[in-house]
C-alpha cells in the first residue's frame, strides 16, 4: 500500500468540471492522523502543507511524520517538494524524500510537455535498510491527456467548481508516482457533514482508487471529504489498513 502520510495529498482531483479563477495566498494546513482498530483510536502521526508565491509559480511542500509510539512499528518522515506553474495548476518539478521503516527512498520528476502529451524525466535513489549502499535508476514515463503528480493534484483540484457535479460521476486522468504512471479514478458520492473536536463542516464526499496501466489496483480505496466552502480544504482522509484504519483530520490553518 501507498504510504499513507503521502496520500492525504490525494484527497481529490481533476473531475473534468471548468476551473475557477481561483489563486491562493500563502498557507499551510495542519492535519493530525490518527489510527483506529476495535476500541483503538490513537494519533499516529501529523502532517502539513505549505504554500508559498513565486512569481509566476506556485512553491509546495509536504512534511508528514510518524508519532514516537508509531516509530518504534514503523517510523515514517517524507517531504513532498513540488512547483506549480500559476496558469492552469501545470506542475513542472517534484520531488519525494521518504525515510520509512529503515528504507530511503528519493524521487525526482521533471516534465516536459509538447501539445496535449506529457513526459517526466524521472530519477529514484533508492537504499534499502540492510544496502550497503543506494542504488540509482532513471526512467522516462509519458501520458497523454491531464497529468498531475502527488502533489499538485491537490492545488488543482481546489480551483474546481463541485456545484456542477452529479452523485455516482467517475472520472479518470493521469497520475505521476514517482517511476510510474498510474490511473486515478474518482467517484463523486455527494454532500455529508463531517464533524469532529467540536467542529463540523459541510463536505463534498468522493472516493479514489490508484491502478496500474494493466487496470491492476495499486493500493487500497479511499474516501476523502473536502469543504464546500470557498477554500475548498480537504478536511477527512480515510483508508483500510492490513489491522484496522487511518483517518486524517484537518487541524487548522
Known sequence: MKSF?????????????SATATTFNDEQLHYKIM???GLINKKAGTAALTLK????????????????????FYMVRDTLNGLIIKDG???????????????????????????????????????????VKASKKEHIISATGTTVDMLSVFYYMRSLNYDKMKSGDVIKLNIFSGKRKELLTIKYRGTK?????????????????????????TSDDMDAWISSDIRRIPVKL???????????????G
Open 5 to 17: 502520510f503521502l496520500s492525504i495529498v490525494i484527497l481529490v482531483s481533476i473531475i473534468g468540471q
Open 35 to 37: 489510527y483506529k482498530w
Open 53 to 72: 508565491n513565486k512569481g509566476l509559480n506556485y512553491k509546495t511542500q509536504l512534511v508528514a511524520k510518524s508519532e514516537p509510539w508509531a516509530d518504534r
Open 89 to 131: 495548476f501545470i506542475p513542472t518539478f517534484y520531488e519525494k524524500i521518504a525515510h520509512e521503516g529503515g528504507d530511503f527512498k528519493h524521487d525526482i520528476v521533471k516534465y516536459s510537455r509538447n501539445g496535449n502529451n506529457v513526459i517526466g524525466y524521472c530519477t529514484r535513489i533508492k537504499q534499502k535498510e540492510d544496502d
Open 193 to 217: 457533514n463531517v464533524s469532529y473536536d467540536k467542529k463540523s463542516y459541510n463536505c463534498y464526499h468522493i472516493s479514489f482508487t490508484f491502478t496500474s496501466d494493466g487496470n491492476k489496483k
Open 238 to 252: 480515510e483508508g483500510s489498513l492490513p489491522v484496522g484504519k487511518v483517518q486524517c483530520f484537518y487541524t487548522g
